[in-house]
């Protein structure tokens, strides 16, 4: 079971192109598509004739026709067309998900109830729209429960250890820099800052620092997704609590969504702005963040697969465990409540 009724990432507005896409979402079976008229649309991805997965079938101008007798299916999961079949029966038809396209995310609302609607708009990503920034991203498969990949978001003290080539930076400095977790209902605040540090490999290439610099990570947990602005200022010369600090600037979006209890979807982007003297390396941050992540996924299912093989899932706590705990308690109570509303 996982929270429901609530936005959760299912794609990229970009993946929706001409071929339907099958993804399992909180254990279920999804296509998703966009119909030729350009709507985003996601169904149960199971034909209500003889079952083919309609991720099998083709993307038509009012929605999906299915890959063996040819039905057609229309956003809403109605059944429009049955080929050679004049009449077609009211139980034509397959659960549909509402999903909303915002910022180049397509969210789809997992309710509690089958066919619901969501009464609140999803999440605003704004740095997607921002001109002061220029974004890239992708789609990580994780062999792991994605609660994994919420604790290490929330704890960057492993940039120092993990990400040594490009983010990383001193790892005593990183264990030790004073942390602040706030929470505010379903959401968390984890905010660090490492001054005086040296600028790591990524930060460099970006930015023309001028010798130590003053770093801060602002990590907003909410239940589907995190956004984690990071970026530094040279030493002294800016308040890490100014809203318009200069220097350079990293917003990361993080849309954790599970697939099974032991796989996940992690969709992630990046925006960067970009020194006037140092044209085009948006798209260098964006691979070299790319291969941050990579380095994530590796420690996290190595994780998991130790966690399997050894049994548990939980070992001891130490300081840098405050905002990732947290986070695991908002989960479970609001899993609770969804288990309880669906009983
Ligand atoms: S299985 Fe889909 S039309 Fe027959
Ligand atoms: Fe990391």
Known sequence: MFPLNQWYVAAFA?????????????????????????????????????????????????????????????????????????KIPSKARVAAFQVVERNQIVWIWMGEQADSEASVQPPEVAAHDDPRYEFGGGVFHYQAPYQLI??????????????????????????????????????????????????????????????????????????????????????????????????????????????????AHYFWTLASNTHPDRPGTSELVCRQTEATFEEDRLIIEAQHRNMCRFGGTHGIDIHVDAGPNRARRIIDRLTSRSKEAAA
Request: net charge negative; proline share 6%; with cysteine.
């Open 150 to 263: 919420h604790d290490n978001l929330l704890d960057l003290s492993h940039l120092g250890y993990v990400h040594a080539r490009t983010i990383g930076g001193n790892p005593k400095l990183h264990m030790s820099a004073p942390t602040r977790v706030e929470g505010d209902g379903d959401k968390l605040r984890v905010v660090r800052w490492l001054k005086a540090s040296e600028p790591p490999a990524t930060y460099s290439a970006a930015w023309p620092f001028k010798g130590l610099i003053d770093r801060w990570q602002e990590i907003d947990f909410h239940v589907t997704y995190l956004a984690i602005w990071t970026g530094a200022v040279d030493a002294a010369t800016d308040a890490l609590d100014n809203p318009d600090r200069g220097g350079f600037h990293m917003r990361g979006f993080h849309g954790i969504t599970p697939e099974t209890e032991t796989t």
């Open 14 to 86: 970009w993946e929706l192109q001409d071929k339907p896409i099958a993804r399992t979402l909180l254990n279920r079976p999804l296509v998703l598509f966009r119909t030729r008229s350009g709507r985003a649309a996601a169904l149960e991805d199971r034909c209500c004739h003889r079952s083919l997965p309609l991720s099998f079938g083709t993307i038509e101008q009012a929605g999906i026709r299915c890959g063996y007798h040819g039905l057609l299916f229309e956003p809403g999961g109605q059944c429009i067309e049955i080929p050679g079949q004049e």
